[in-house]
């Protein structure tokens, strides 16, 4: 389950949360060095994103920020990590939400992994409404989830990605089919109170058949939430590079779109209920942690990489870890910037069209100023007519079939949105 931000970022916190004043807890200089903490308590509960970049190998199809797994650097990375936590925790910053992950979080040594999560749990366990750790089936083990548990960690989401044993192979995985079902028959053992299973659409070589057979393992596993994503080539993978030579064959778009069809068939009736466009609930409800992503809520990233959105200003720590750890708990600060309105509209159509409930056009107006049905009424009355899109009296959602072809639907909206902008300029 990826807690990582979209391309465009999310935005403000939402209307009916009290929103930190970024200026009362940080002095971030526009050269972008350092941070200072000042002691003053803000008055709002964003969500917190731990990233712990570290792999044994990178998979197939990973354009994260991650970096070698070396004992040393991770132990001196995760003392700067305390250190930055500590920072803001002292400044009175307090989540309702964590997420930590990678990179991958299980592949801490025990004695990290303890470091981390107890001051995670000496600092923010007041208010805290759901802690959330990504691990990989290779390196999470009984011993861990009981330090999880005894901290205050009430959720782990599982990369399984598929369990086809060539699906594996080819994304890079380190796990085998089997692992997965030994690590949740610890969950069960051990209590963990809400459970997550990550997989994927769209690799090559899928077929109806791999479908079924990842249909039936979840249904024996029996999680609490699934996140199902479309595999993308992004540059600079493996997946990327043996495809651009040739050396790979991406199946046909319809053929992914059928298989996306009856996995979410086979979820729903399994009990799965989708609230956004690739994640699905049975019990526990929604990932709270990511719903304020797509609800462009107000989140602090701490770690190597990790990017921030607070009170309209948005920026992210050097992506280097070495870096990382000299600055010992004071990060350089990159890419500070105020989104602009058109950035704002974006914000608002990509990520809140993502949930099944859809954008809320009342919020739209509040948020940027702007009539929807007046800069992109024409489009949304097509989109309408040819069942991509439901209207309601205050909000637009998209169909089943609006799902398939959100990306251009979204795309669409925005070219509306700046044509309308510009000529206003």
């Known amino acids: 389950e990826s807690s990582r931000c979209p391309q465009v970022h999310e935005g403000v916190g939402s209307a009916d949360r009290p929103r930190i004043r ?15 903490f000042m002691k003053v308590k803000p008055e709002g509960s964003p969500g917190l994103y731990v990233h712990v970049p570290f792999c044994r190998s990178r998979c197939t ?15 001196d990375y995760v003392s700067a990590l305390i250190l930055e936590i500590q920072h803001h925790a002292d400044a009175g910053f307090s989540p309702e939400t964590i997420f930590i992950g990678g990179g991958t979080p299980s592949a801490l040594s025990v004695e990290d992994w303890t470091r981390l999560l107890k001051c995670l749990s000496e600092s923010f366990q007041s208010g805290l409404k759901e802690w959330t750790i990504e691990a990989n089936p290779e390196s999470i083990d009984e011993q861990k989830i009981e330090i999880a548990l005894s901290l205050g960690v009430d959720r782990l989401s599982t990369g399984a990605q598929t369990f086809v044993e060539t699906g594996l192979a080819l994304l ?23 459970t997550s299973l990550d997989l994927i ?9 791999s479908v079924n057979t990842d249909l039936a393992a979840v249904k024996e596993i029996d999680p609490d939430h699934i996140s199902l994503y479309h595999l993308s080539y992004e540059q600079g993978t493996w997946l990327h590079s043996m495809r651009e030579r040739g050396g790979l064959k991406p199946i046909m778009d319809d053929t992914c779109i059928e298989l996306s069809r009856a996995f979410l068939q086979g979820l729903q009736e399994q009990g ?18 990511n719903l304020n992503y797509w609800e462009r809520g107000e989140y602090l990233g701490v770690g190597s990489g990790a990017a921030s959105f607070m009170e309209g200003l948005r920026w992210k720590n050097k992506p280097d870890v070495q870096k990382y750890i ?25 990520l ?17 100023g702007l009539d929807f049905h007046e800069i992109c009424g024409e489009s949304l009355h097509s989109f309408e007519k040819r069942g991509l899109l439901i209207q309601g009296e205050n909000a637009i959602r998209a169909s089943s079939e609006g799902f398939e072809v959100l990306d251009s639907v979204i795309v669409k909206f925005v070219e509306d949105a700046e044509e309308r902008l510009n000529e206003g300029t």
Not at 62 to 70: E, G, K, P, S
């Open 22 to 36: 970024i200026q009362n807890h940080f002095d971030i200089n526009q050269s972008g060095s350092g941070a200072g």
């Open 61 to 75: 199809y990973c354009d994260f920020h991650v970096a070698a797994l070396r004992p040393g650097v991770v132990t």
């Open 172 to 194: 890079g995985r380190r796990h085998d089919a089997q692992r997965v079902h030994e690590v949740h028959d610890l969950f069960q053992k051990l209590g963990v109170p809400r």
């Open 201 to 209: 659409v769209g690799w090559p070589g899928q077929a109806i058949d």
């Open 272 to 289: 799965f209920e989708r609230y956004e466009v690739s994640n699905l609930y049975a019990r526990g409800g929604a990932s709270l942690h």
């Open 326 to 350: 000299s600055a010992g708990g004071s990060p350089e600060k990159v890419s500070i910037e105020t989104p602009e309105l058109l950035e704002v509209v974006t914000e608002l159509i990509m």
């Open 352 to 368: 809140e069209l993502r949930l099944t409930r859809g954008m809320n056009l009342n919020r739209f107006k509040t948020e940027t």
